[in-house]
């Protein structure tokens, strides 16, 4: 089965104002992409105009209706779980069941953690992270009310950079995986077959390269997401050349 095809940008600069990102979504759905996701950061160097994702990600899904989204991804540990929990149900309602829950540590290169008062350390996140996935799964499965439109739950993808394998390990027990800085198709191959080799069933495998992209190795190497992706500086008229060019065109 063919990869599915995204468009995958940061909500920085041009692209900060949510009715810019829901326009290029509804652009998206109309060219024939699978869907639209989004970063998540709350600063990032050298980058002076973001938008929260969470917000553009209300309009983006009130803007389609067929596209997957997500933000890709979420570090957890700098949000409360509770509060998460209801973002991601009313955004999955919201969207009819579209939502897809990207997780992760995060990291502190940009001042994301410490100079909030967030957690630093790296492992301290990553054992937040765990309990937090367990603790949202909870709140879907009915302590919360209303529950998701998707059942037995929201997917989550978890992010896993190459070639720590710690992060795959959790990926597997979850829905997806995200690599980030895989070195080629090879990596993803490898990948693959690790997570194959603990478990059956649908798990998506998913990459992220530039516009004009040949996505055929990936796809070859076992990607079921492969996702245009244009940086930390988008332009709107590169990313709307991108989705007009159509998902298959890289």
């Known amino acids: 089965m063919p990869a599915r095809r995204a468009i995958f940008v940061a909500p920085f600069g041009e692209l900060s104002e949510p009715r810019v990102l829901a326009r290029l979504a509804a652009e998206t759905e109309a060219a024939g992409w699978d869907g639209f996701f989004v970063w998540d950061h709350i600063v990032y160097t050298e980058v002076s105009r973001l938008a929260d994702p969470w917000v553009a990600m209300a309009a983006i899904a009130a803007a389609t209706e067929r596209v997957r989204i ?6 957890t540990p ?4 509770q509060k998460l929990a209801r973002e991601t149900v009313t955004l999955d309602r919201l969207s009819g069941g579209r939502l897809v829950f990207g997780v992760g540590i995060g990291g502190d290169r940009h001042g994301e953690f410490e100079p909030f008062g967030d957690e630093a350390s790296p ?4 054992r937040r992270l765990d ?11 009915g302590e919360f009310q209303p ?5 037995p739950r929201i997917p989550v993808w978890v992010a896993a950079r190459w070639p ?3 992060p ?6 979850w829905d997806g995986v995200f690599p980030i800085d895989l070195p080629g198709p090879q990596a993803l191959a490898e990948l693959v077959a690790e997570v194959r080799a603990v478990r059956d069933g649908p798990f998506d495998f998913v990459v992220t390269d530039p516009a004009g992209t040949d996505f ?21 008229d590169e990313v709307r050349a991108a989705i007009e060019a159509g998902p298959r065109h890289g």
């Open 147 to 151: 529950v998701p439109v998707q059942q």
């Open 216 to 236: 055929g190795p990936w796809e070859a190497a076992g990607a079921t997401w492969c996702l245009t992706g244009f940086g930390s500086d988008p332009r709107e």
């Open 131 to 141: 309990a937090d996935i367990e603790r949202l799964v909870e709140l879907w499965g």
């Open 164 to 166: 720590n394998r710690r």
């Open 168 to 173: 795959l390990a959790r990926a597997a027990r």
């Open 70 to 75: 997500g933000a890709l991804v979420t570090p």
């Open 123 to 126: 492992r301290e996140r990553a």
């Open 78 to 81: 700098r949000r409360r779980v």
